[in-house]
């Protein structure tokens, strides 16, 4: 019994749903070259199209299966619904090239088995979503930072682009259900490795910075990176001791050394709060509190090198 070729596309990702659809009808359906007799799992036309093709006795039940999730808009059959659409959900991001989307999902070892080459894997994305990635967490850092040293900055910047950190990303966004893989990375749990997770969320950096420039690509990292950047400073400032900062900083700048005075104290004396100014030459910069009075000081500190680097 001869194949017969039901469904056509340019798109490899989209193929994958339509196989997907028709086996969880119960139908195996297969990719084939131009030539219907000639099966080769895997493998384009030379146009560029996949074809899908079934059983003969089993093609009439495909189609109607398969014609039941498109969407039609006049006469023009568009791709099938919620190919993309979960990803994006995810991401909070609508792509108005969705190539661009699949070319980021799309791994190295799907293109290497592609036989006709028209299969482009995310490497070269991944190379440009890493500088992307790499100048909005270091702009970040610079203006919500602006007291932290160079190296302190750097230590921030090292957490929160770390292939661990970037892999947990993906896996909280669960990206690696989108990813397209070959057979064999897909038989060895590339949608769990952290590399190639990690890999595939630079890429997609870059997919968002192509198609929607960098305000988007910052707006994505910066929703999707803040508890991220958030910690990474909040473990970078344990054991900073900002009043020797500030005292270095307004001898620099020819003023008398910082005073701290107690403005006030609240609660119990089991949990007393503090208040505490920070004044140079008879000018209060800064107020803060904190259970303990150093804790105060350091923190009126903290705020006013904050104050004098604006």
Avoid: C, W
Wanted: cysteine-free; charged content about 25%; overall charge negative.
């Amino acid at each position: 019994m001869h194949p017969v070729v039901v469904f056509s596309t340019t798109s490899d990702i989209e193929a994958s749903v339509v196989l997907a659809l028709l086996d969880s009808h119960g139908i195996s359906g297969f990719r084939i070259t131009g030539n219907p007799q000639a099966i080769l799992p895997m493998s384009m036309s030379p146009l560029g199209e996949v074809r899908i093709a079934v059983p003969e006795d089993l093609a009439e039940e495909a189609r109607r299966i398969i014609d039941s999730h498109r969407e039609d808009v006049g006469a023009r059959v568009v791709r099938l619904r919620n190919e993309f659409d979960e990803i994006e959900t995810r991401i909070g991001y609508r792509f108005k090239d969705r190539g661009l989307l699949e070319h980021a999902l799309t791994h190295k070892s799907r293109a290497a088995e592609d036989v006709s080459g028209g299969v482009a894997d995310n490497e070269s994305l991944e190379f440009l979503g890493d500088a992307v990635l790499g100048l909005v967490v270091a702009s970040a850092l610079f203006h919500q930072y602006p007291t932290y040293n160079e190296g302190q900055k750097s230590k921030i910047k090292a957490s929160v682009v770390s292939t661990q950190a970037l892999a947990r990303q993906a896996e909280e966004m669960r990206l690696g259900d989108h990813l397209i893989l070959g057979r064999g990375e897909e038989k060895t749990g590339g949608r769990f490795k952290q590399a190639l997770l990690a890999d595939a969320y630079e890429a997609l950096i870059a997919a968002i910075y192509l198609d929607g420039g960098i305000e988007a690509a910052e707006v994505f990292l910066l929703r999707e990176l803040k508890d991220a950047i958030d910690a990474g400073a909040e473990q970078n400032f344990v054991g900073q001791d900002f009043k020797s900062a500030l005292q270095e900083r307004v001898q620099a700048l020819g003023h008398p050394l910082p005073e701290y005075r107690i403005a006030g104290e609240t609660g119990p004396d089991h949990r007393k709060v503090f208040s505490v100014d920070v004044v140079v030459g008879g000018e209060v910069l800064a107020s803060a509190s904190g259970k303990a009075k150093k804790e105060a000081e350091q923190e009126a500190a903290r705020l006013a090198l904050v104050r004098l680097a604006q």
